[in-house]
Structure formats: structure tokens, C-alpha cells
Nanobody, 122 residues
Framework: QVQLVESGGGLVQAGGSLRLSCAAS????????MGWFRQAPGKEREFVAA???????YYADSVKGRITISRDNAKNMVYLQMNSLKPEDTAVYYC????????????????WGQGTQVTVSS
């Protein structure tokens, strides 16, 4: 079993930056693919980024060049550095672990954090 706790969300002006953190615990963390999803009001949960323990990363086209996912296996942490934020980035951001299929499909991820709110003002 894996437990995930996000932090770092908040209010930021358009063009600003935030770094989200996800603290993971559990016996499978070091081998799990880690990811970030987001869900805006009235929208379905959508894939943002994923990272493997070896450093491989994958991003949604909508965030490439602005968002960087990274992880520190020794600290059981995964991060989402968000730059040049836009109002359309406003959403609850969820940390996820344990993908069993395509990264973009939330249903394939086994574990989820509680979410952290990111609000980007225009």
C-alpha cells in the first residue's frame, strides 16, 4: 500500500511559479511510476506528467515546456515545478502512484493523494 500527501498549492498570478510536492510512503514507492493529474471545476481529471524511478518523464502536450516533474527516491518525494502559469492551469492537483497502463488514464493508477488546490489569477 502507498500513501500520498500533496503540498505546495496556493494562489499565484498568471506568469508565476509554484512547486508542488508529494510525500510518498509505502513499501512499493521506489519501483512505482509517479504522476500528477489535475481536475478543474466541471472537468474530468486529466493527466499532467509522470516520472519513473529511473528518471524517464512524460508530459501532457498542454504543459510541455512549462512544467517539470522530478522525484527524489531517497526522500520518497515527487515534485511538480510549474512555471509560466496560466489561468487555465487552475485546478486541484493530485499526486498518483502505481500506474498499470497508459499514463493518461486515471483509472490505471492505483494510489492517489488528497489533492492540493492551485489557483492562477489573471
Amino acid at each position: 500500500q502507498v500513501q500520498l500527501v500533496e503540498s505546495g498549492g496556493g494562489l499565484v498570478q498568471a506568469g508565476g511559479s509554484l512547486r508542488l510536492s508529494c510525500a510518498a510512503s509505502g513499501r512499493t514507492f521506489s519501483s512505482d511510476v509517479m504522476g500528477w493529474f489535475r481536475q478543474a471545476p466541471g472537468k474530468e481529471r486529466e493527466f499532467v506528467a509522470a516520472v519513473r524511478s529511473g528518471g524517464y518523464t512524460y508530459y501532457a502536450d498542454s504543459v510541455k515546456g512549462r512544467i517539470t516533474i522530478s522525484r527524489d527516491n531517497a526522500k520518497n518525494m515527487v515534485y511538480l515545478q510549474m512555471n509560466s502559469l496560466k489561468p487555465e492551469d487552475t485546478a486541484v492537483y493530485y499526486c498518483a502512484a502505481g500506474s498499470r497502463g497508459s499514463y493518461f488514464d486515471p483509472a490505471t493508477w492505483a494510489y492517489w493523494g488528497q489533492g492540493t488546490q492551485v489557483t492562477v489569477s489573471s
